[in-house]
């Protein structure tokens, strides 16, 4: 859900507790009043949208993990999972649609899932309901009343309209949970720059969410980046284009550190100066000494530096909150931004201290 930039909602209940027949009177009534419905079933048998005996199935058949069928009036693309046998992830599933088009993805089943549903309940049917084990269920569907009021909203099984008028409000409040995380992470990558860790346009940032991580594009722009100019990177795949050119070592780090859920990169001037001597650096003022140990100071080649550092970084981040990287800066991770934030500044303030005090006293 955090990559799809529309909401979601799921209708879960039992089989036979009538989800499809709601859905399609829901589907119309919400196309009526302007909206563009997305849909994803989950099946929990086996299908085949083609017909033996055709080119494209005995193609797949023979082995094409891929397969696109198009007309001039639909196309539809055939894909075997990586993992046979391994039940369909639902953010994976939802990554599937075309956002720019849709408004709304209705989902029918993936009731173990954490996302925003609604209960179709049916007590005759005489299976518990989900809500009391489920905070993810925003309204209950039900042809009974219910007793108590520890329960969500009530919506009227024979009322399909009622139903769409709830989904249309739920639209109105909804806001993209990953706004105010964005939004955090661009405020960090401006300090970055306004306090002189960085100039206008080096230096990245990136913040874990869920099974990704957003990351500043390539060749941001610190005084100009807005929430919305950050690239969606998934943990399970390839960074894509317009990632920062260091996406790849923040997938790595994130890979190899369970419990970074941010990485900075600095270029603060003291920190760079006092690593091109590619010794470790061991501080010698009193916050630094607490704080690190030692800090590793790597060496890569600059011709081959997006490739190379990925992997030497990630290797000195699994056991170090910060590295630096001779001559082009540092990497730090944290459980948060502000974690990471604050070994960068705390770094470059003992590299700058170690460097006055040997200016001073020649240490």
């Known amino acids: 859900m955090r990559r799809l930039r529309l909401p979601v909602i799921g209708f879960v209940a039992p089989s036979g507790s009538g989800k499809t027949t709601l859905l399609k009177k829901l589907v119309p009534m919400l196309r009526g009043r302007g909206l563009r419905i997305g849909y994803l079933k989950h099946a929990h048998h086996r ?34 999972p990586v993992e046979l046998g391994r039940d369909p992830e639902l953010g994976e599933m939802l990554r599937r649609f075309d956002a720019d088009r849709l408004d709304l993805i209705l989902v029918e089943g993936f009731k173990h899932a954490a996302y925003p549903k609604i209960e ?69 990558y401006r300090w970055l720059h306004r306090y002189g860790y960085n100039d206008s346009h080096s230096g990245n940032a990136s913040m874990r969410t869920g099974a990704g991580f957003w990351v500043t594009p390539t060749g941001a722009c610190a005084d100009t980046l807005e929430p919305s100019d950050l690239v969606a990177c998934p943990l399970d795949g390839p960074c894509p284009a317009g990632a920062s050119l260091d996406a790849p070592l923040h997938w790595q780090v ?51 530096a997006p490739e190379q550092a ?49 200016q001073a006293a020649n240490l």
């Not at 069928?69 to 196309?75: C, D, G, P």
């Not at 179709?120 to 518990?128: D, E, S, T, V």
């Not at 024979?158 to 639209?171: E, H, S």
């Open 47 to 80: 299908f085949d949208i083609d017909v033996p005996g055709k080119d494209s199935y005995e193609i797949r058949a023979a082995g094409a993990q891929q397969v696109l069928l198009a007309s001039q009036r639909l196309w539809a693309l055939q894909s075997e």
């Open 310 to 358: 990925s992997e030497v970084v990630a290797k000195a981040l699994a056991n170090h909150p910060v590295a630096m990287v001779r001559g082009h800066g540092v990497y730090a991770w944290g459980e948060t931004l502000n974690q990471a934030y604050k070994w960068i500044s705390s770094l470059e303030l003992s590299a700058k201290t170690y460097v006055v005090a040997r």
């Open 254 to 304: 994130y890979r190899v550190q369970p419990q970074a859920r941010a990485v900075l990169h600095s270029h603060g001037p003291y920190s760079v100066a006092l690593s091109l001597a590619g010794r470790d650096f061991r501080p010698v003022d009193f916050e630094g000494q607490c704080y690190f140990k030692r800090v590793p100071v790597l060496s890569v080649e600059y011709e081959n």
């Open 120 to 188: 179709i309940y049916r007590p005759a049917l005489g299976q518990p309901p989900l809500y009391p084990q489920d905070p993810d269920i925003l309204a209950l569907v039900t042809d009974r009343d219910l007793p108590g009021a520890d329960h969500p909203p009530r919506l009227p099984l024979d009322d399909p309209a009622a139903v769409a008028d709830f989904v249309q409000d739920y639209l109105a409040t909804w806001v993209p949970a990953d706004t105010a995380a964005r939004s955090e992470l661009v405020r960090y």
